[in-house]
């Protein structure tokens, strides 16, 4: 089992930033990857990034890369989305989540353990 726990959500005015973090616990070492994927109101949840936990390879959706970076500290088993440039159309409810079989990272499907959601709202 691996339990998450994102924090840092907020409510932010566009062009601002606001950073998430995911702690994760329980076995770790059995992650491959994590992600963060959003829900905005009366929308499907949909990816955002993913790393893998143990290269650190980075993956974005088109509509963050260059405004939102993804990162992790094994050390303290957490995984951050430094969000930048923040528009309206960002306003979700962040999900952080975990594989630990599979390497579809793209897919929500894939991911084994979810955290509760932070709510991030940007106003214009």
């Known amino acids: 089992q691996v339990q998450l726990v994102e924090s840092g959500g907020g409510l932010v005015q566009a062009g601002g930033s606001l950073r998430l973090s995911c702690a994760a616990s329980?076995?770790?070492?059995?992650?491959?990857?994590m992600g963060w994927f959003r829900q905005a109101p009366g929308k499907d949840r949909r990816f955002v990034a993913a790393?893998?936990?143990?290269?650190?390879?980075?993956y974005y959706a088109d509509s963050v890369k260059g405004r939102f970076t993804i990162s992790r500290d094994n050390a303290k088993n957490t995984v951050n989305l430094q969000m930048n440039s923040l528009k309206p159309e960002d306003t979700a409810v962040y999900y952080c989540?975990?594989?630990?079989?599979?390497?579809?990272?793209?897919?929500?499907?894939?991911?084994?353990?979810w955290g509760q959601g932070t709510q991030v709202t940007v106003s214009s």
């Open positions: 989540a975990a594989v630990v079989s599979g390497s579809r990272w793209w897919l929500q499907d894939e991911y084994d353990y």
């Open positions: 329980g076995r770790t070492f059995s992650m491959s990857y």
């Open positions: 790393i893998s936990w143990s290269g650190g390879s980075t």
